[in-house]
């Protein structure tokens, strides 16, 4: 229900952008966020933006360079990525949620996950 799209290789200090389009139940009164997870480390949120105020929390490793985004009209969840670093390569999730917290999401709190897209940054 949640499809992720636009992740690749990518130079440092180069710009990607992903997107993710949410289906079936999943609707605007959902919280979204994104998740990545890097090899040999554990996935963490990196950015979550909330339905209705679009209130937008990110994680420090990433804040001033990424900019979460949404349009309810069409279901989609982007992600801008600039300035990536090599440190940015991982897999990329798109998720849902409906707790809200203002904060960046945290896997318990997310109802459905998209498969994932890859970011490579060399």
């Known amino acids: 229900q949640l499809v992720e799209s636009g992740g690749g290789s990518v130079q440092a200090g180069g710009s990607l952008r992903l997107s993710c389009e949410g289906s079936?139940?999943?609707?605007?009164?959902?919280?979204m966020g994104w998740f990545r997870q890097a090899p040999g480390k554990e996935r963490e949120g990196i950015a979550s933006?909330?339905?209705?105020?679009?209130?937008?929390y990110y994680a420090d490793s990433v804040k001033g360079r990424f900019t979460i985004s949404r349009d309810n009209t069409y279901s989609k969840l982007y992600l801008q990525m600039t300035d990536v670093k090599p440190e940015d390569t991982g897999m990329y999730y798109c998720?849902?949620?409906?707790?809200?917290?203002?904060?960046?999401?945290?896997?318990?709190?997310?109802?459905?996950w998209g498969q994932g897209t890859q970011v490579t940054v060399s």
């Open positions: 933006i909330v339905p209705n105020d679009f209130d937008t």
């Open positions: 998720a849902a949620s409906l707790q809200y917290a203002p904060a960046v999401l945290r896997e318990e709190e997310v109802n459905y």
């Open positions: 079936g139940s999943i609707n605007n009164n959902y919280v």
